[in-house]
């Protein structure tokens, strides 16, 4: 996990490098609400998945053939899906050079096979635990 996030930064750190100051202000306006709105959904689902192992809802999950855990982890993965397919769609519309799409493109790759292979591996473990 770390070694993806390791390469998954400094692939978009070389894609930062092919903007003018002007793209990469544009990049900051266009994408403030979204970084706001990302967090707020994020925690969310966090908040939501501790409620539910804490009050008893993870019982009543089970008990109808619901993994709250899994269910956890499917949600993280279609939260990092979707953000991500979001961003580029946005970056493309916004005009930014190819090659910057593609260093982008690249990162968030990487970084999704990180995540993914970090909650698999967690899946795998608390399932042990019970």
């Avoid at 956890?72 to 050079?97: H, N």
Wanted: overall charge positive; hydrophobic content about 50%; proline content about 2%.
């Amino acid at each position: 996990m770390i070694t993806t996030i390791i390469v998954s930064k400094i692939l978009s750190e070389k894609g930062l490098k092919t903007l003018t100051n002007e793209e990469k202000g544009m990049l900051i306006s266009n994408f403030s609400k979204t970084r706001m709105a990302s967090v707020i959904i994020l925690m969310s689902i966090v908040v939501i998945y501790l409620a539910a192992m804490y009050s008893g809802a993870s019982v009543w999950l089970s008990n109808h053939n619901i993994d709250p855990t899994l269910s956890y982890f499917v949600l993280i993965a279609l939260y990092i899906v979707i953000l991500s397919s979001y961003t580029l769609k946005k970056q493309r519309e916004m005009g930014l050079p190819k090659s910057y799409l593609d260093a982008q493109l690249k990162s968030q790759i990487v970084r999704f096979v990180g995540i993914v292979s970090l909650c698999i591996g967690m899946y795998f473990y608390f399932r042990t635990l019970n």
